[in-house]
Nanobody, 125 residues
Framework: QVQLGESGGGLVQAGGSLRLSCAASGRTVSIGTMGWFRQAPEKEREFVAA????????FYSDSVKDRFTISRDNAKNTVSLQMNSLKPEDTAVYYCAARRGNIVQATMTYEYDYWGQGTQVTVSS
């Protein structure tokens, strides 16, 4: 089993930045890919970004590409999401997720095996 814990959410004005972090513990050797998803009120959970644990290859949704950057620190078992140029439509609960598979273009929730509890990001206009 893998346990995930997010931190770094909060309230920010449009155009601002936030950095989310996710710490992984437990059987981290089984992790192939880690990702971030988000869920706005009354909307389905959607893919944001993913990173292959060993190679560092990344993949982004079109809505955040060029604004968000996902990175990982293998030594600390953490993955981060740097969010710049934030927009009100980025407001959501952000979830960290991990999967055993290595395909970084995994964008569906069912492809991930482990989930964090989520952290709220609110962008005011």
């Amino acid at each position: 089993q893998v346990q995930l814990g997010e931190s770094g959410g909060g309230l920010v004005q449009a155009g601002g930045s936030l950095r989310l972090s996710c710490a992984a513990s437990g059987r981290t050797v089984s992790i192939g890919t880690m990702g971030w998803f988000r869920q706005a009120p009354e909307k389905e959970r959607e893919f944001v970004a993913a990173i292959r644990w060993n190679s560092g290859n990344t993949f982004y949704s079109d809505s955040v590409k060029d604004r968000f950057t996902i990175s990982r620190d293998n030594a600390k078992n953490t993955v981060s999401l740097q969010m710049n140029s934030l927009k009100p439509e980025d407001t959501a609960v952000y979830y960290c997720a991990a999967r055993r598979g290595n395909i970084v273009q995994a964008t569906m929730t069912y492809e991930y095996d482990y989930w964090g509890q989520g952290t709220q990001v609110t962008v005011s206009s």
